[in-house]
């Protein structure tokens, strides 16, 4: 039995590190293949080895995502310590040193640090909101609904079904059922629900919860399409050195 809740703490875990995502490529750090090892005691010691895909990767993004990765996992129950490890990085020490110390970024690198990182985590997550809301609209397009119509519902105008979505506007209900699509759905409205808005529009332009104007929505999900091609572009980009990275470091 002991094992059992011990694999089931593990299972746990992995779902919460599902949850951390690259700043600047807005995937979990799961999909990316950034978490190399994962540990769990019986006593629920917690143990994360990362790997960021070059050796040259911004100390300050690295830290955002080291943060995150050791506050979800810490707030799960049934967990007594985390230790996370930072593994092939310039400035791995340092990093792992003031994270496990639970130092903020300044605190870290102090006199280096332009400040907290809360302006550039306000950038990034601006930017990955953004991107998500064009990908939720695309969907919402291929299930028939509207521009219009989509900045016109608010968040409880859509449902869970099973494996499906169901948008309810104007009287008519819309079914979203292409699971790349329902997962499309599902990223922003995590997005959401980490911006505590289980209320309100559905579509929204910024982490203040504002709706886009009407006559600005076409040039701002052309601005949400440029940023998710970023996002993927540079995701691609990382995957290929990673995996080029490990193939090295095996064959040595």
């Excluded at 990085?89 to 102090?110: L, P, T, V």
């Excluded at 302006?119 to 609209?137: C, F, K, Q």
Aim: hydrophobic content about 40%; aromatic content about 6%; overall charge negative.
């Amino acid at each position: 039995m002991a094992e059992i809740a011990q694999g089931d703490l593990k299972e746990r875990v992995l779902r919460a590190l599902s949850t951390v995502t690259d700043p600047e490529l807005d995937e979990p750090i799961t999909d990316l293949g950034f978490v190399k090892d994962l540990s769990v005691s019986k006593d629920g010691e917690v143990s994360v080895d990362l790997v960021t895909s070059t050796f040259w990767c911004s100390p300050n993004f690295v830290y955002m995502m080291l943060e995150e990765a050791r506050d979800v996992v810490a707030n799960l129950p049934g967990i007594s310590e985390v230790r996370v490890r930072l593994e092939g990085h310039h400035d791995a020490d340092r990093i792992n040193a003031g994270i496990n110390a639970g130092q903020s970024f300044s605190e870290c690198y102090e006199s280096e640090a332009d400040g907290n990182l809360e302006a550039l985590n306000r950038m990034i997550r601006t930017r990955a909101l953004r991107s998500r809301l064009y990908s939720m609209a695309a969907a919402m397009g291929r299930s028939g609904v509207t521009p219009a119509q989509l900045l016109g519902l608010s968040r409880s105008d859509i449902a869970a079904a099973g494996t499906t979505f169901l948008v309810t506007s104007g009287g008519t209900t819309h079914r979203i059922s292409d699971p790349a699509d329902v997962q499309r759905v599902s990223r922003y409205l995590s997005f959401l629900d980490g911006l505590g808005r289980a209320g309100g529009p559905l579509a929204i332009w910024d982490l203040e919860g504002n709706r886009p104007e009407t006559a600005d929505f076409g040039s701002a999900l052309t601005l949400g399409r440029l940023a998710k091609a970023n996002f993927s572009l540079n995701a691609e980009l990382c995957r290929a050195l990673l995996s080029a990275r490990m193939g090295r470091e095996s064959s040595s």
